[in-house]
């Protein structure tokens, strides 16, 4: 457990330093700060940047191919259907995570509350669930009123820490270390700290159904239908357009009218309610909402976006991107099971990459600097 | 002259940021290798073991007991698993192995519930399952389940602290919290023997939540309320702690005995130390070879050897059996090799 534990430790350190220097950073980097929004205003950038933005994605797509064709040579069960499913089944809670953090720190904010709203969303929602079935209820309506209630606690949640962020001018990470605190001790109050087991069957058949001849479980196919639709809302829309605004400049962001307090709303709590979706999928693959669900995912999603190429100065990122990084991650940790090495060398590989991308992040800044 | 330096600097770090990247990737599959290991000349065996968790003595030492037993019938075994006992470390890799498609899997499930699923899929596809320690509540997934016998540890305990107070005075128990069926069977088996000794009283029964200063307050008001205290159980190590910590600074060290559960490196030294008196010391070498050797009997057509429900009996140490082989050889190990 400790040893889990020390990787988010230092990441906080890590992230307190950047909030800290956030401001002298942006102030001084103010023309490259709107050279990005207009960009993502008018689509016109030099050539030279829009390489390296774009070189971001390859790169880590060109990572993800070679360690997939490593663990090919390694061990001949890679490229096979139990190892895909098993893949896909590991990344769906992360997926999810890391597309919710992937809108908050192109805001240049961050989320680390998001495994423990998972948790608290999965526990709220289960807890009525199992109140419902002990009384003359329709499995309907057991079923709906808890998937409402997980979305929506979800939702609430990341509303709270939106208004309490964007309100009352709090660095995002503290906000949201507080309230991923005080969630993880709400969740224990609301069952004991138990595991609830009683859940309707409609649960854990959403968690086991598959289409294809069982080539695609339909959890993968939510997290990656939600991952589309949230991919488009950020590249295609004015939320999108105004959530790089805000991250990019956000004086500048205000000056051209964007209601940045209210937007910040808006994206924690669209994080929040992909939270909501995330602790309904997990309750299902696991029959069973446990106090301990979601632990420890912050760190995972933070670092799908950031090998994924999600700057933590905000401005930066995409969903493809964050696809990509949680697809690296999961299929770490099932290489790393099929050659036979301990699962926690993945914490050290992960670890790796997500310094060597951030680093990539920083040369990336650089370039565009030096244009 | 800033700016020159300043472009040769982020040259470097592109190189050395992908370098290391793809380096780091090719050290973590290259680490640690394969623990394979082959032997017969008829069909080779693989059979995966995955424990509760991977760092964890009691877990490890059932990884030692089951490698022997492998070597010895000429099997192959993996032994992989979560770092924390939990069913969202253990789940991707149980799921993973499945990929690899062993002739039999062995298992300690982290969860009664949330595990049904990953194993079903071994079922699935024909490949055997055999629970070790923990079990799923849907025992028909399973082709037998071997774990300790808590009530028999219990009732060792009890004979143990009754032997040092000559069979005379009141005890306690401090447990973690109601409801699991693990210590509830150790109470059970624990107040059962107690009663069987006419001069002897349980008048105490706490729950710790796994917390040693809990526990030392419940002990420290116990031995106020029951000055005739001899004995208290705990039923792991955090309570053994809290009793040792309160009876020693009531000065009742000698006069009240401490019984503990598992035979982990800070509970041998809390023995050996006499802070703990009594150690009852389950056997998980045991219990993942009894596991090999059903899983190679299931494979080599000798089903009908297996039993569908082992009970693995508990060893005593006491502090001053502490150190002879006999005993010291039932400690749980630390590493594999």
Redesign the interface.
Known sequence: ?S??KKPSEELTEGDAAKTAGAGAHRATEATAGSAELSYQLEGSVPFFQRFMSRVGSF?TLG?LV??VL??EV??P??L?K??W???A??GVEYLILAVAETFVIITAGIDISVGAILGFSAMAGSVVMQEMLSGHNSVTAVVLVGIAIMLVTGLAVGLVNGLIISRWKLPPMIVTLGSMTAITGATDVLHHG??I?TLPNFV?DL??TTLFHGWLPLPVLIALALTLVCGIILARTRFGLHTYAVGSNEVAARRSGIHVDRHLVYVYGLAGLLCGVAGLL?TA????A?P??G?NDEMYAIAACVIGGASLWGGRGTMFGTLIGTAIMSV???????????????Q??IG??V???A??D??RL??G??K | MLRSSKRSHAAWFRYTAGAAAVAAVAVSLAACGSSSSSGSTHKHYTIALVPGLTTDPFYITMGVGAKAEAKKLGVTLTWQGGNAFTAETQTPVVNALLAKHPDALLIAPTDVTALKAPIQKFVNANIPVFAVDTQINDTSLLDARITSDNIQGGEAAAEAIAKLAHYKGDVADESVQPGVSTTDARLQGFATQIKKYPNMKLVSTEYYNDNPSTAESQVRDVLLAHPDLVGVFATNIYGAQGAGTAISSAGKSGKVYVAAYDADPENVKLLKSGAINVLVMQQPALEGKLAVEYAYDKLTGKSSKIPAFTQVPNVIATTATASEPSVSKYFYKTSMN
């Open positions: 457990m040893t889990t790169w990572v070679l360690i490593l663990f390694l061990t069960s890679m096979t139990a190892a499913i098993s893949t089944d590991y138990t595991e087991t854990s968690g086991t997990v693959d696991f029959s069973s446990s301990l669900a632990y770490l940790t099932t290489g790393l099971v099929l050659i036979n090495v301990q699962a926690f060398w993945q050290v590989a790796a990459i310094v060597a991308a680093g990539f920083h040369i650089q370039s600097d030096e």
